[in-house]
């Protein structure tokens, strides 16, 4: 079933922010069908090592996922979105502002329809504002948004993140949550609404520990000068084999383990100072320190019940076979519409009443049209018209 069982979506979103929200909610039991144009390239859909028609990068995002295939610039297609939209509850868009709208399909379009559709547009930079029609990617919201001017060393150059921080933390994370809000209110008021997400605009809230300064006491966060971008020991620290201790011992008491496990617990007054050249000269140090010793014989310290904030940087193989990743079943076999399984990683959030739904992995564009499109009525005969017309496939 799945603790959103009945709620039924409709998915127009590529490439990632989108499908990263959709296969969330997917994964908490709702019914969702994603919209393809029968001949539109997803990038995502050839992303990394194939498994079978689609890559593994697709198979994950879109698991539990139906596949309809239509040509949104033909009539019969809106037509028969105009259709499904009476039994769907929510719609997740990321075309650029109006063009929903263009092709017909936009909220108030659909709210003639069915008042109760909650409609989620996620973009960029959001339906307003000068920059709503600019292209644009994780990098650059990052980058307008602020984050990026204080996330990265003095004599260096911004780095681009390992993970799409705009894409999932501004835009896939608060879909998400925008979305259940709705749903909340919907029952609440039998009313729908639109929801529009800016990727820029949420990139700029993740300024919460240091914007709030520059906002009352012009204090600008510039990098390696805060608390947590490496202006104190809570930093990365090189082992003599050449890998990294992340070390984030801030507090008193984790201070105080972090002297004992370098040998020189005298060394917690020289932490715990306020003053620059106090912490400048720890970090010192702890770099000389953290040297002495490779990474396997840091974690076999670590490893017996060190409780200090002190973890070793992990390759995502090493990760993946971690124990208490393991011990979280973060990684599942999800079932393949045409036999076997893929791995995949998991869905994060643990429910005392409910568990995750994984149906099966991402399927090729229009796997399921002719069964959803028989699903509201349509006919063989209509089905295969549609097809010869290149209107679905």
Same mark, same amino acid.
């Given at each position: 079933?799945?603790?959103?069982?009945?709620?039924?979506?409709?998915?127009?979103?590529?490439?990632?922010?989108?499908?990263?929200?959709?296969?969330?909610?997917?994964?908490?039991?709702?019914?969702?069908?994603?919209?393809?144009?029968?001949?539109?390239?997803?990038?995502?859909?050839?992303?990394?090592?194939?498994?079978?028609?689609?890559?593994?990068?697709?198979?994950?995002?879109?698991?539990?996922?139906?596949?309809?295939?239509?040509?949104?610039?033909?009539?019969?297609?809106?037509?028969?979105?105009?259709?499904?939209?009476?039994?769907?509850?929510?719609?997740?868009?990321?075309?650029?502002?109006? +063009?929903?709208?263009?092709?017909?399909?936009?909220?108030?379009?659909?709210?003639?329809?069915?008042?109760?559709?909650?409609?989620?547009?996620?973009?960029?930079?959001?339906?307003?504002?000068?920059?709503?029609?600019?292209?644009?990617?994780?990098?650059?919201?990052?980058? &307008?948004?602020?984050?990026?001017?204080?996330?990265?060393?003095?004599?260096?150059?911004?780095?681009?993140?390992?993970?799409?921080?705009?894409?999932?933390?501004?835009?896939?994370?608060?879909?998400?949550?925008?979305?259940?809000?709705?749903?909340?209110?919907?029952?609440?008021?039998?009313?729908?609404?639109?929801?529009?997400?800016?990727?820029?605009? +949420?990139?700029?809230?993740?300024?919460?520990?240091?914007?709030?300064?520059?906002?009352?006491?012009?204090?600008?966060?510039?990098?390696?000068?805060? &608390?947590?971008?490496?202006?104190?020991?809570?930093?990365?620290?090189?082992?003599?084999?050449?890998?990294?201790?992340?070390?984030?011992?801030?507090?008193?008491?984790?201070?105080?383990?972090?002297?004992?496990?370098?040998?020189?617990?005298?060394?917690?007054?020289?932490?715990?100072?306020?003053?620059?050249?106090?912490?400048?000269?720890?970090?010192?140090?702890?770099?000389?320190?953290?040297?002495?010793?490779?990474?396997?014989?840091?974690?076999?310290?670590?490893?017996?019940?060190?409780?200090?904030?002190?973890?070793?940087?992990?390759?995502?193989?090493?990760?993946?076979?971690?124990?208490?990743?393991?011990?979280?079943?973060?990684?599942?076999?999800?079932?393949?519409?045409?036999?076997?399984?893929?791995?995949?990683?998991?869905?994060?959030?643990?429910?005392?009443?409910?568990?995750?739904?994984?149906?099966?992995?991402?399927?090729?564009?229009?796997?399921?049209?002719?069964?959803?499109?028989?699903?509201?009525?349509?006919?063989?005969?209509?089905?295969?018209?549609?097809?010869?017309?290149?209107?679905?496939?």
């Amino acid at each position: 079933m799945g603790i959103l069982s009945g709620l039924k979506v409709l998915d127009f979103s590529t490439l990632l922010p989108g499908p990263f929200a959709t296969m969330m909610l997917a994964d908490m039991g709702a019914e969702v069908v994603k919209v393809e144009a029968p001949n539109r390239t997803d990038l995502v859909k050839y992303l990394g090592p194939m498994d079978g028609e689609v890559s593994a990068t697709f198979g994950h995002l879109n698991r539990s996922k139906r596949s309809l295939a239509l040509d949104l610039k033909q009539p019969e297609a809106k037509e028969i979105i105009y259709q499904l939209i009476q039994e769907y509850d929510i719609v997740v868009e990321q075309f650029r502002p109006g +063009v929903m709208d263009k092709l017909g399909i936009g909220y108030g379009k659909l709210k003639e329809i069915n008042p109760k559709i909650i409609f989620c547009s996620i973009t960029g930079y959001g339906q307003t504002g000068p920059l709503r029609n600019r292209a644009g990617h994780d990098i650059n919201y990052l980058s &307008l948004a602020g984050v990026m001017s204080y996330s990265y060393r003095k004599d260096q150059i911004p780095v681009p993140a390992g993970v799409q921080v705009a894409d999932i933390a501004g835009g896939s994370m608060p879909a998400v949550i925008g979305i259940l809000a709705a749903v909340y209110h919907r029952e609440k008021t039998g009313e729908g609404q639109q929801i529009d997400i800016s990727l820029t605009d +949420v990139s700029f809230s993740l300024n919460a520990m240091y914007g709030p300064g520059y906002l009352i006491g012009k204090e600008e966060p510039n990098p390696e000068s805060l &608390l947590l971008n490496g202006g104190s020991f809570y930093d990365y620290y090189e082992t003599k084999d050449h890998r990294y201790l992340s070390i984030g011992s801030l507090e008193p008491q984790f201070q105080a383990r972090l002297c004992q496990l370098i040998g020189d617990p005298s060394l917690i007054k020289l932490s715990g100072s306020e003053l620059v050249e106090d912490q400048l000269a720890f970090k010192e140090i702890l770099i000389k320190a953290i040297k002495q010793k490779t990474l396997e014989e840091w974690i076999l310290f670590l490893e017996d019940d060190f409780d200090g904030c002190i973890e070793p940087v992990l390759s995502f193989s090493e990760a993946v076979n971690h124990p208490q990743l393991k011990a979280r079943e973060m990684i599942v076999s999800v079932p393949k519409k045409n036999g076997g399984t893929q791995r995949q990683i998991a869905f994060p959030i643990k429910f005392s009443t409910e568990q995750a739904q994984y149906h099966f992995a991402g399927v090729q564009t229009g796997n399921d049209t002719e069964e959803i499109l028989k699903e509201i009525g349509l006919t063989e005969e209509a089905i295969h018209a549609l097809t010869k017309k290149e209107i679905t496939s």
